[in-house]
């Protein structure tokens, strides 16, 4: 995990029992459930937040190009800080998980033990997964999940930590990227079916597809909606505009696309991949690009919180920041563009600047990865992970056009 001078990331995918009512609300059929979870801020520190977007961004390029021709190998990226409650075990035992979007593997131990019971099976293979500054190491098992009312899971693959570092506070992970992502980190298996490989498989739900919904940081009542199975037409407008996982490499081996980003009329970006991570807070772009999006907003970097910082007046000259996806394009105004004023004393910063949410993602465009689309981007549109048809969605909702921040 990161150092504590670096602890600032959003609590999204926080499936919490405590503020937020976790009964999965039914949609319109059985084969869809949908889970509220409640959209946060923790701040520990100041001039961190893109430092933190890198180092995430970094690893997960490292981990990807690793893997490549190897089948068996360690796992190496970062996680975010979102925490679920997870029960393993009949009766269960809760954890406290994070969820990432970027791994694959669930596992517990950190903090709280093991609590075995009849549903724990020892599979004989050991596991480990090194997660930048983090790492785990000890025994796979298969077990019981329960996720929430309606989302069980038998059979699971659950590791079972022996020894782990950098994790303060939780008990491990859920991890619910693409399966492929475990490979080689269990002694005796190509891979690791993930929670919802299985809620499929287990016939859970009917396809392998995750809706998310967010509403923006800085509103009042921000919470949000993970729906597994299908999407929730309640929560976004008009229609998914869907886009193929791209072919190009290391963007590919998450949930990556091809985009092109314009500011105005200003190309920023041409056509390249990247990928779209809600462990990520900012939208990241390839430093060329992140240099023209500088000159042509004028912005400079202030220190003290490490992120692009405008004056009012060049606000209100701010054009707005277009995504090229699937043949539709999708803007973010001037006010998506900023970091929620409400906020900005919590990321050591002064409550009366103006800071921009787009930051250099550290290498240049053309090494396959070159921009990440966070969860500033993702607050904004309703977003759809359809592991099925290999294919990411992006819709409109009520939050688009907030003038929130």
């Known amino acids: 995990m990161f150092p504590s001078k670096a602890l600032l990331s959003l609590l999204i995918l926080a499936v919490s029992y405590s503020s937020v009512e976790a009964k999965p609300v039914i949609a319109r059929d059985a084969s869809k459930i949908s889970l509220p979870f409640a959209a946060k801020i923790n701040a520990t520190g100041a001039g961190t937040i893109a430092a933190a977007d890198r180092a995430r961004a970094k690893v997960l390029k490292e981990k990807a190009l690793a893997r490549q021709g190897s089948s ?17 075990g009949s009766p269960a035992t809760d954890y406290t998980l994070l969820i990432d979007t970027g791994s694959s593997n669930t596992w517990i131990g950190a903090d709280k033990s ?26 796979e098992y298969t077990d019981t999940v329960t996720l929430a009312d309606g989302l069980v899971i038998t059979g699971q693959g659950v590791g079972v930590a022996s020894s782990a570092s950098g994790f303060s506070g939780v008990d491990g992970i859920l991890g619910i990227g693409p399966v492929d992502l475990t490979s080689g980190t269990v002694s005796n298996a190509d891979t690791v079916p993930t929670v919802t490989d299985n809620l499929l ?3 859970t739900i009917s396809t392998e597809v995750i809706g998310i919904y967010y509403a923006p940081a800085a509103e009042s009542d921000s919470t949000g909606t993970l729906t597994f199975g299908g999407t929730d037409s309640d929560k976004f407008t008009g229609d998914i505009v869907y886009t193929p996982v791209t072919s190009t490499y290391p963007a590919s081996a998450y949930w990556g696309i091809d985009q092109t980003v314009t500011y105005g009329s200003t190309s920023i970006l041409s056509s390249t991949a990247g990928i779209v991570d ?7 772009l390839a430093t060329d690009a992140y240099n023209k999006y500088v000159k042509a907003t004028g912005a400079k970097e202030d220190n003290s919180v490490g992120l692009l910082s405008i004056s009012q007046s060049q606000y209100n000259s701010l054009s707005s920041l277009n995504f090229e996806i699937g043949g539709s394009t999708f803007s973010l105004s001037p006010n998506a563009q900023i970091w929620p004023r409400s906020l900005n004393t919590d990321i050591g910063g002064s409550a009366d ?12 465009s053309g090494e396959g990865l070159d921009f990440i689309d966070g969860y500033t981007f993702l607050e904004r549109y309703y977003s759809v992970f359809d592991t099925s048809n290999s294919q990411v969605g992006f819709a409109s909702t009520a939050f688009t056009d907030s003038e929130s921040n």
């Open 72 to 88: 068996k190998r360690a796992a190496s990226f970062d996680v975010d800080n979102a925490t679920a409650n997870v029960g393993v």
């Open 114 to 139: 093991y609590t075995k019971t009849s549903t724990s099976k020892d599979t004989g293979g050991s596991v480990s997964v090194t997660y930048g500054s983090g790492s785990f190491s000890g025994e």
């Open 201 to 203: 498989s287990q016939g």
């Open 278 to 284: 809600t462990g990520t807070t900012l939208i990241l």
């Open 353 to 364: 600047s103006i800071y921009l949410v787009v930051a250099d993602l550290g290498s240049n």
